[in-house]
C-alpha cells in the first residue's frame, strides 16, 4: 500500500468514526425530543393569572407552509473591518444563529426540481460562493436545497466542519453548528453519487450517516480539492451541483486549516465562516 493509499484509508477511518459518533448523537437527540413531548403534553395547559398557555416544544411548532422566498429571521452582523490579523483575510462575524432551527414536517416533493437547473448563491462572511443546482440529475436533493434556501434556513448558520487530509470538504447546513442538526425530516436514497468515488474541486453534495442513504437533510459539503470518498454499503454521495464561482472563498477558508475536534466531534475551520443570506432562482 502507497503513502497515499495509507492516507485515504486513515482518513476514511476517520470519516467513518466521526459518522458513527454522529449517529449516536442524533438517537440521543430523538430521544431527549420524545421526552420534551411527553413532559409537554402532561402540562398542556397552564392557566397564568386567569389566562392559560400551552407549552410547545420544538417538535409541536413545525411550519408546514411554503416559505416566502425572502423570507429570513436569523440575525447576521459581520464586524464591520476585516480581521486584523493578515493570516485571517475574513471578516469575523458576529453571528446570532437561529434561537430556535425552522423545522418542517415533510419532505419537498422532487418534481419541484422541475428537471431545471437553478443558481443557488450563497452569502458568506468570507465572499459568495454561486452554485450550479441541477434538479434532472438529482431532483430530490434539489427540491430539498431550494426549499430551505427559500425558507431562509441556513442564514446566520456557520460551516461546523473542514477536513484538510485525505479528503478536501467544507461542511455546511447545520443552524446547530454541531453536525447533528436538520430540518426536521430525512430523504434518500442517493442520487448522481459519482461512480469512480472521485468528487472534483467545486463539486457540492449532500452529508448522511455512514450506510444510512435515506438520513439527507439540510447538511452539504463544498469540495474545494479534487478528492476520492469511497462508497459505503449506501453507496456514494449525493451530488446536487458545482460551484461556477466563489471556489477561491472556500479555497480561502481552508487555506488557514481546521481546528483540532471540539466537543461534538467536529474539526472547525480556523478561519470561522458563516452564512449570511442565501437566495436561489431557476435558470
Known sequence: MTPKDRERAYEKRRYEEWQARLAIKQARAKRARRTALIVGSALLTVFVIGGAFVLLNQDDSVDTATPAASASESAVTPSAAASADPKNPCPAPTVQPPAKPKQFKSVPSASDAGDKTWTFAINTTCG????????????????????????????????????????????????????????????????????????????????????????????????????????????????????????????????????????????????????????????
Open 128 to 283: 459568495k460562493v454561486t452554485i450550479k443546482l441541477d434538479g434532472k440529475k438529482a431532483p430530490q436533493a434539489v427540491s430539498s436545497m431550494v426549499f430551505l434556501a427559500k425558507a431562509g434556513y441556513f442564514d446566520g448558520t456557520k460551516c461546523h466542519r473542514l477536513v484538510t487530509s485525505g479528503i478536501f470538504v467544507l461542511q455546511c447546513g447545520d443552524p446547530t453548528g454541531t453536525g447533528t442538526g436538520g430540518p426536521g425530516y430525512s430523504y434518500g436514497p442517493v442520487e448522481n453519487a459519482p461512480k469512480n468515488d472521485l468528487y472534483k474541486a467545486g463539486t457540492v453534495a449532500m452529508a448522511r450517516q455512514g450506510g444510512n442513504a435515506k438520513s439527507m437533510g439540510s447538511q452539504f459539503f463544498l469540495v474545494y480539492k479534487d478528492s476520492t470518498i469511497p462508497s459505503d454499503a449506501a453507496g456514494g454521495y449525493t451530488v446536487l451541483g458545482d460551484i461556477t464561482k466563489g471556489l477561491d472563498v472556500v479555497e480561502k477558508v481552508a487555506a488557514g486549516g481546521a481546528a483540532p475536534a471540539d466537543a461534538t466531534g467536529n474539526t472547525p475551520p480556523i478561519r470561522p465562516v458563516s452564512i449570511v443570506t442565501t437566495s436561489v432562482s431557476a435558470d
